[in-house]
């Protein structure tokens, strides 16, 4: 059993996923400023907190539970990710392109992958494994996505070889 993070390792974990939500937050900023103009003023509540107001609350809190700051932030990389893997399944083309775009830059601005930390990719490979195959698009996007990133540790060696067939069997049925 893994011990425990203390409360400076939580707080480096909460700072790193942090600046991904803040980054994040600025292209729904960006975005909407494209569409209403960059005069308008967007109402800032219908937007994702920001970075430095969830820290600000974590440094605060002296309670023992600070670990759920962290745990909401993981929440909410997975539920942003869901939306982000249906506007890429489901949008136009011109927002999958938008998707696409957002998604390689904020790995590249972060360094890591928006998808592995939301616990998507990790729970998508859980279950295809579980049941032996692929049994939607959206299931065969996240697994898709998750085999093309060779760097990723998480799925390895026979997962990753019995995950790359079940998506050449996906493929030979569609």
Known sequence: ?????????TRDALVRLLRGLDFY??????????????????DLDEFVVTGASTLAAFD?????????FLTDVQQWYA????????HLRKGTPELRAE?????????RHTGFSFFSES??????????????????????????????DT?????????????????SDYEAKA
């Open 119 to 148: 616990g998507l990719l990790k729970r998508a490979a859980a279950r295809v494994l579980k049941r032996g195959h692929v049994a939607t698009s959206d299931e065969w996007y996240l697994i898709k996505d998750l085999l093309d």
């Open 60 to 68: 605060a809190y002296t309670g023992p539970a600070y670990r759920q």
């Open 151 to 167: 760097g990723t540790t998480i799925v390895t060696g026979d997962h990753r070889t019995t995950l790359s067939r079940y998506v």
């Open 25 to 42: 937050r600025d292209w729904q900023l960006a975005l909407w400023r494209q569409a209403h103009g960059p005069e308008a003023q967007p």
């Open 99 to 107: 998707v696409e775009r957002f998604l390689a830059t904020f790995e």
């Open 79 to 86: 539920v942003t990710a869901a939306e982000l893997t249906h």
């Open 1 to 9: 059993m893994t011990p425990k993070p203390t409360r400076d390792q």
